[in-house]
């Protein structure tokens, strides 16, 4: 889901596709060595965070969560990380497996549209394709201006072979998924944040109350609202007494608040947010620099 409302559009339909109902699912469960906790614990990961992204009018936000979990998660674990990530390349090389994969029986391939994607086929594509940096797509070092608008009007092309060429220098292997429920499934996530590992999340996000937020204590969802957005987790705040899970978002640094190591761009929330997701997806993942 975009920023719509500060973008001045009327609500677009969801870019978030939720689990397809025969997908494959390989559950987290930490490592039988790990310090398994019985409680909440607090956890961090701000510090190994790359900058917060700006998806802009793209519907990229399964790409920008991906990779950006993938990065924190990898700078937690002290494995290099090449670069800042480019959300577009996978963006736009999910679509097109996707189109091959449909039952579209024409002479010729639809073009690509900018309809969103599967944040399992994004994983996909970065262990099968690879991953680039934004200054290998545009000579951009990270989140800027220039990178929001050559994503903006390039978001359609096809992929070149020098894009696929640049994404098989650098793959991951690992992503599992949180599957437990109630109580097990907040104890799963804190596991993972505390062991540095990001957690991918699906949300409602175009609602009044995420749209707009700007700060305290993110709303529970209302009862029944639509996953049509995909972040990710990189904290839990313990420091009230109650839990506020600490998600990372892809609408800039304006939107949302400062936390830990980052400027802008998170939002804290209760339990519900975490019960209410159909998706969590711990990056417990490594690179392959080939």
Excluded at 101 to 130: I, M, Y
Excluded at 181 to 203: C, H, K, P
């Amino acid at each position: 889901m975009i920023h719509f409302q500060r973008l001045g559009l009327d609500k677009p339909a969801s870019d978030y596709r939720p689990p397809r109902p025969n997908r494959m699912v390989v559950p987290w469960r930490l490592h039988p060595k790990a310090t398994r906790s019985t409680q909440l614990t607090a956890s961090d990961l701000t510090p190994h965070m790359p900058h917060i992204g700006n998806q802009d009018r793209i519907g990229a936000c399964n790409s920008y969560g991906t990779k950006d979990a993938i990065a924190t998660s990898l700078s937690a674990a002290q494995r290099p990380v090449p670069g800042y990530f480019a959300a577009l390349p996978l963006y736009r090389a999910v679509r097109c497996l996707e189109r091959a994969a449909s039952t579209w029986l024409g002479d010729e391939l639809p073009p690509l549209t900018d309809c969103g994607a599967d944040p399992d086929d994004v994983l996909r594509v970065a262990q099968q394709f690879g991953m680039q940096t934004s200054a290998q797509e545009c000579d951009q070092e990270g989140p800027s201006q220039t990178l929001s608008q050559y994503e903006d009007q390039h978001v359609n092309d096809e992929p070149t072979l020098g894009e696929f060429e640049h994404d098989s220098t650098f793959k991951v292997v690992g992503g599992f998924d949180i599957v437990s429920t109630g109580q097990q499934r907040l104890l799963d996530v804190s596991n993972a944040l505390a062991s540095g590992y990001a957690v991918g999340i699906s949300v409602a996000a175009s609602d009044d109350r995420y749209q707009q937020y700007d700060g305290g204590i993110l709303a529970d969802p209302p009862a029944g609202a639509e996953l049509d957005h995909y972040n990710y987790l990189a904290g839990l705040d313990m420091s009230s007494g109650s839990p506020l899970f600490v998600g990372v978002n892809s609408w800039d640094i304006p939107w949302g608040i400062a936390w830990g190591s980052a400027p802008g761009g998170c939002w804290k929330s209760g339990p519900a947010i975490i019960q209410a997701s159909d998706r969590l997806v711990v990056y417990s993942v490594q690179g392959v620099t080939l």
